[in-house]
């Protein structure tokens, strides 16, 4: 009579065990294949002579050497190092402002925030779209500022080869410096006030207060955004091609147009593939530490 009993509740507990992995199962069967399959698939490309349509030929390093030879990606490299610098650098200093802005419990505070973060909604198509419009000399902010009568304006950085990759950066950072400014909020608002008015009844001024009691506990919030920012400079490839399309010539060629370009353009699948793969090793050398980081932490 007792196994009887104790029969359906097995038999519950096992279905509740088992439902949520065969929901599951198939995003992780798709996950698996159309994500780390294909990785899998790139980095063994990269090691073939495959040129228009994949090849199993492999030829080792051939691909890498070759690729480090071309001068289009070591100026992709370049233009990586400026644009990623200053896009991380200006969206951390901007978002960290306007958070502690928005921190000071200001009116009008429900109304700022989303026009704040109402960029990160668009998609960088959008957004290269728009600031292609407001930067063309022709069409842009320079031709209104003339239409106004003010004839010595120029800003014609979208067509010179020395500025059109800053452009990248100001279209960037505006949208995405919301989403840091979030981000920081999020982390002052989980300080403990306690800790800031002891500190004010110690002497301590606004510079003193954040300089060695705010910003320093922001750590974890600046990681964060260092670590996104970095994935997103790096793999940045919609807003460039709606921006600048990689020109003029290759001032704002990065390695995701690039490899873009000579996978299906070019037709040199092994070394679109190689390039792919260092793209990749950039991105885990940025997250695999921040994971690592985290988990430590956790434990």
């Not at 960290?96 to 668009?122: H, S, T, W």
């Not at 040199?268 to 997250?287: F, H, N, P």
Request: proline residues 4%; contains cysteine.
């Amino acid at each position: 009579m007792a196994r009887s009993v104790r029969a359906p509740r097995d038999l519950r507990t096992v279905l509740q065990d088992i439902l949520p992995k065969l929901v599951l199962s198939p995003s992780l069967a798709a996950m698996l294949v159309f994500v780390y399959g294909f990785i899998i698939y790139t980095v063994f490309l990269s090691f073939t002579n495959s040129k228009m349509l994949p090849s199993y030929d492999l030829i080792g390093l051939d691909n890498y050497v070759r690729l480090f030879g071309l001068s289009a990606w070591t100026t992709a490299l370049i233009n990586l190092a400026i644009f990623a610098s200053l896009y991380i650098t200006i969206c951390i200093a901007i978002g960290l402002l306007l958070a502690i802005f928005l921190d000071q419990k200001i009116r009008g505070e429900g109304v700022l925030r989303p026009i704040y973060l109402y960029p990160m909604a668009l998609s960088f198509i959008v957004t290269g779209t728009a600031w292609k419009w407001l930067l063309d000399p022709g069409i842009g902010l320079e031709n209104t500022m003339h239409l106004w009568g003010w004839d010595s304006f120029k800003f014609g950085w979208i067509k010179d080869r020395n500025y059109a990759i800053y452009t990248l950066v100001i279209a960037a950072v505006w949208q995405s410096s919301g989403f840091v400014m979030a981000m920081f909020l999020a982390g002052l608002r989980g300080i403990d006030n306690e800790m800031l008015k002891a500190a004010q009844i110690d002497g301590a001024s606004n510079w003193q207060l954040y300089r060695r009691i705010v910003i320093p506990l922001l750590r974890p919030a600046f990681l964060s955004a260092f670590v996104i920012l970095a994935h997103l400079a790096i793999k940045s490839y919609d807003l460039v091609i709606a921006l600048t399309g990689g020109g003029p010539g290759r001032a704002t060629e990065l390695p995701a147009t690039f490899m873009y370009s000579y996978t299906f353009t070019r037709n040199q699948m092994g070394v679109g593939a190689a390039s792919a793969v260092i793209m990749l090793m950039g991105v885990a050398a940025i997250m695999i530490p921040y994971i690592y980081a985290e988990l430590k932490e956790q434990k």
